[in-house]
């Protein structure tokens, strides 16, 4: 058996025991099987990865870091040879200066939380031609350095209605909702039964803006349950990652 045969086989199954967690937690909360996205995050892993995902039907994928991202984006970018044609979300914590990099491949932004990075995400993505879907990062505990917008602050920098209201107003941006992380050490219940709240404001005011972003390979149950939209699965699906250096 060569390496990526085995490699494949393991993801195939990681993948259908990912599946078959969505499956269940979709029942129990009353919901269809196919009101969840499942978005593959791929940091620390190779594109080799990606494209045997991509095989076994994996269509979205996320990542937090800008260079390993666009890396990956550009090598598996579809062209003369048929690329995978797949959905790149980046999810994580996001610097104003990486903006124009990332608007060159993103389809979705999951992380925008201040006013600052909302205008120059708008003003690179305007250089791009096409609007960029962003998700309003929603603070669930208000610690300082895990990114989120304050849900109960009328800040104008990181308040998350001003954060909502600066989108709103950008012609190269498009509002489609609410991500969040749960808290460290904490249940993920209460903290996605606000971030549940948030979001059901948000859609009362702004209809479309309908995605809710949620859950990881530990809380993905308790997040679909919340009313999740997409879930950000990596270890489960690609096992144990390597140590970042």
């Known amino acids: 058996m060569t390496v990526d045969t085995e490699r494949r086989r393991e993801l195939a199954d990681r993948l259908t025991a990912v599946r078959s967690r969505l499956a269940a937690a979709t029942a129990a909360a009353g919901r269809p099987a196919d009101s969840v996205t499942l978005i593959a995050v791929t940091k620390t892993y190779p594109a080799a990865d990606v494209r045997l995902l991509a095989e076994l039907g994996v269509t979205d994928v996320g ?50 939380d201040r006013v600052p990075l909302a205008r120059a995400l708008a003003a690179a993505a305007g250089r791009r031609g096409r609007p960029l879907d962003v998700l309003v990062q929603v603070s669930l505990d208000g610690v300082t350095g895990r990114g989120g917008a304050l849900p109960d602050s009328a800040d104008a920098v990181t308040g998350f209605w001003p954060v909502v209201e600066c989108v709103l107003g950008q012609s190269d941006l498009r509002l489609a909702g609410v991500m969040a992380v749960a808290p460290l050490g904490q249940p993920a219940e209460p903290a996605f039964a606000r971030l549940a709240e948030v979001s059901a404001q948000l859609r009362a005011a702004v209809p479309e803006a309908w995605m809710v972003s949620a859950g990881m390979s530990a809380d993905l149950e308790a997040a679909v349950d919340a009313g999740a939209t997409h879930v950000r699965v990596g270890s489960a699906l690609l096992g144990k990652r390597p140590t970042l250096r």
């Not at 995978?84 to 990099?101: A, I, Y």
């Open 63 to 112: 990542e937090n870091r800008d260079q390993e991202a666009a890396a990956k984006a550009a090598e598996l970018a579809p062209g003369p040879s048929g690329g995978p044609g797949l959905r790149w979300h980046f999810v994580g914590q996001l610097q104003r200066n990486k903006c124009r990099s990332v608007v060159g491949y993103a389809d979705l932004v999951h992380s925008v």
